[in-house]
């Protein structure tokens, strides 16, 4: 069964930043995308960042873009989310997610095939 596993999760002051990873098992890594999506409490999942299979292709959503940079090492199975220059309103559950459509950098959660857990972001005032 196919897993994935992020970590880096913390609280840290605006302005602070985080990185987060995700490991990924039971699928061969350099034949998806992948992407993170967020959750803040009482809203819809939306799309943060995604990276195409070889890394040559990235997308950005508008409210990060400048401020995080995903990329991914496809020996080691992981993906990446730099994220600097972090605001409040970045908090939230962050999630990696894994697309068979490997050259697609999509905004669509419904077009990934995979999910991990989720890992808590915090950013405080």
């Known amino acids: 069964q196919v897993q994935l596993v992020e970590s880096g999760e913390g609280l840290v002051q605006a302005g602070g930043s985080l990185r987060l990873s995700c490991a990924a098992s039971?699928?061969?890594?350099?034949?998806?995308?992948m992407g993170w999506f967020r959750q803040a409490p009482g809203k819809e999942r939306e799309f943060v960042a995604a990276?195409?299979?070889?890394?040559?292709?990235?997308r950005y959503a508008d409210s990060v873009k400048g401020r995080f940079t995903i990329s991914r090492d496809n020996a080691k199975n992981t993906v990446y989310l730099q994220m600097n220059s972090l605001k409040p309103e970045d908090t939230a559950v962050y999630y990696c997610?894994?697309?068979?459509?490997?050259?697609?950098?999509?905004?669509?959660?419904?077009?990934?095939?995979?999910w991990g857990q989720g890992t808590q972001v915090t950013v405080s005032s």
């Open positions: 039971r699928l061969t890594f350099s034949s998806y995308a």
């Open positions: 990276i195409n299979w070889s890394g040559g292709s990235t």
């Open positions: 997610a894994a697309s068979f459509q490997k050259n697609a950098v999509v905004p669509l959660y419904s077009r990934y095939d995979y």
